[in-house]
């Protein structure tokens, strides 16, 4: 495993349209595998495969340290409810923002092994699925955010959400 390079907001890279995984190759196994190395690494909860500049739709997410969680061309396929709190990214590094995202989300993905799956996610984990496919389509959370962006004082950086 290795560490990948995060691209930072302003790379041209994160404003792009992901493709599809039509198969799981070694390649994008290791890159499955450098993706959690590197969001471990970086203290973030999730990272979408655009973030180490590789336009595949292939996200992980881990919100608790230890429930990893691989998301193959991840849709959300129903959502409800409402959640307003802060939000950050690995991709703008010490800056949050709030944002309004939905409180329960279904995820239809395939898993590493490109079995079908269905995630039923809430709260964090909704929040974190939502700002992570925003990522395969191009699209930062700070287009959405409510308000000025504010800079994470260091006294909180350990409660920051990173995705
Ligand atoms: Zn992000």
Redesign the pocket.
Request: aromatic letters at 6%.
């Given at each position: 495993m290795a560490l990948r390079t995060i691209r930072i907001d302003g790379d041209p890279i994160l404003t792009k349209n992901c493709r599809e995984v039509t198969k799981m190759t070694p390649t994008l196994s290791t890159l499955i595998d450098d993706m959690f190395e590197t969001m471990y690494d970086a203290n973030g909860v999730?990272?979408?495969a655009p973030?180490v500049g590789i336009l595949r739709r292939i996200v992980v997410i881990d919100v608790t340290g230890e429930d990893p969680l691989v998301l193959v061309n991840p849709k959300i396929i129903e959502q409800d409810g409402e959640q307003t709190g802060e939000e950050?990214?690995?991709?703008?590094p010490g800056k949050c923002g709030i944002v309004t995202r939905p409180m329960h989300v279904k995820v239809e993905a395939q898993d590493r092994d490109m079995n079908r799956m269905i995630v039923e996610a809430e709260g964090l984990l909704a929040r974190c699925c939502c700002?992570?496919i925003?990522?395969l389509d191009g699209h930062?959370?700070t287009e959405k955010v409510e308000g000025d962006l504010q800079d994470v004082s260091y006294d909180d950086e350990d409660e920051e959400i990173?995705?």
């Open positions: 999730g990272l979408a973030q950050g990214c690995l991709s703008l700002h992570e925003d990522h930062m959370y990173e995705e």
